[in-house]
C-alpha cells in the first residue's frame, strides 16, 4: 500500500514500524506545511495520523478504509520539528475496527489524538 501512496511520500512520511494492527509513521515539518499563524497546519497533523491509522488497519490482503475520524489537537508544532504518529488496534468486530493514534513531537509531548473507525472493503487490491 505504501509503495503506491504519493501523498504521503510527498509530505516526506517515514515509516518507522508496520505490524499488524500497530504502526508507527513520523514526518518532519516544513515551512510549506506551515498555516496563517506559522504552525503546522491541522490537515497536515491529521494526514500523519491517518497514513498510521491506514497502516495499521491493513494487515493482510483485504483492503481496509476509513468509515471515520476523529482528532483533538493538543500543542501546536512548528517548522524544523519531527512528528512521530503512532497507531493501534483497539477492536476489530466483523468488518469494523476501531484504531487509536497518538501524534507526538520530538520530545514525546503529545500535539493530537485521533481516533479513527475502520472497514473492511470487497475491494481487491491494486497490482
Do not use: W
Not at 500543542?75 to 512528528?83: C, D, E, N, V
Amino acid at each position: 500500500m505504501m509503495q503506491r501512496d504519493s501523498a504521503s511520500a510527498m509530505l516526506g512520511m517515514v515509516v518507522e514500524v508496520d505490524e499488524p494492527g500497530r504502526a508507527i509513521v513520523s514526518m518532519t515539518v516544513r515551512e510549506d506545511m506551515l498555516n496563517g499563524f506559522a504552525i503546522t497546519h491541522g490537515g497536515l497533523v491529521f494526514a500523519l495520523a491517518d497514513t498510521a491509522f491506514a497502516i495499521a488497519c491493513n494487515e493482510d490482503e483485504r483492503v481496509t478504509v476509513a468509515a471515520g475520524a476523529d482528532i483533538t489537537f493538543l500543542k501546536s508544532t512548528r517548522a524544523g520539528q519531527t512528528l512521530t504518529a503512532t497507531a493501534v488496534r483497539r477492536v476489530v468486530s466483523g468488518r469494523t475496527g476501531l484504531y487509536d493514534v497518538t501524534v507526538s513531537d520530538e520530545t514525546g509531548d503529545p500535539v493530537a489524538e485521533f481516533r479513527g473507525r475502520s472497514i473492511v472493503t470487497n475491494r481487491p487490491q491494486s497490482e
